[in-house]
């Protein structure tokens, strides 16, 4: 007799529900987009900070801790991207079907990618914030100095300068971090999220 499932642990295995309940908290991918310098990681360790004091477990995922790591082997070519960000929804989708409250922040530039990794994740599990900080804020900053050696030829398919950013087309919210001081911005994901991530007692 042949076993039509082929994936027989997945049945033996404890269910995000039960991992939930273990963690008093629902599981949600909190997914930043944006231009680098737009303030996106700064939110997100922000946002974390805050939801950690409530006693809520998250885990942020963003370009630095990524690229120095599973995804080490993947240049900026468009093919590469789009297999950044595959990788970094599945591994998103573990976190979550672990009770985990995710965070990402990744430029992300179009919408299909963004599409891609909310269909990996389930679109009820992902809130998509678009951080709009305008291009001349996020190079004024220029943190890295990304922009300067883009605006030198030097960094090729750089996002806002040689490369298109299309922003989000109904994001969950919309923070622009050259008008929103950050705890302002972090008040606002706060009163987005909350509710959806504590399970109330």
């Known amino acids: 007799m042949t076993d039509n499932n082929i994936y ?68 900026f070519t468009e093919a590469d991207r789009v297999e950044n960000i595959r ?18 922040a990744f430029i992300s530039p179009n919408n299909d990618i963004r599409e891609m990794a909310a269909n990996i994740i389930g679109q009820e599990n992902f ?15 220029d943190v890295k100095g990304l922009y300067a050696k883009a605006r030198r030829g030097e960094i090729q398919n750089f996002t806002g300068i040689s490369a298109p950013f299309e922003a989000p087309a109904h994001p969950a919210l919309t923070l622009d971090t050259s008008v929103l001081s950050l705890e302002e911005s972090v008040n606002k994901l706060l009163d987005l999220v909350l509710s959806k991530i504590q399970i109330k007692k």
């Open 127 to 141: 809130l998509e914030v678009y951080v709009s900080t305008p291009l001349a804020e996020c190079e004024r900053r």
């Open 8 to 75: 027989p642990i997945f049945d033996r295995m404890l269910s995000r529900q039960d991992k939930e309940e273990l963690l008093g908290q629902h599981s949600m991918m909190i997914w930043f987009t944006g231009l680098s310098g737009s303030g996106k990681s700064t939110i997100a360790i922000a946002l974390e900070r805050e939801l950690h004091k409530r006693g809520l477990l998250c885990r942020i995922l963003d370009g630095d801790n990524i690229r120095s790591g599973i995804n080490n082997n993947l240049g």
């Open 87 to 104: 990788r970094i929804a599945e591994v998103s989708k573990l976190f979550i079907d672990t009770g985990i409250i995710t965070i990402a």
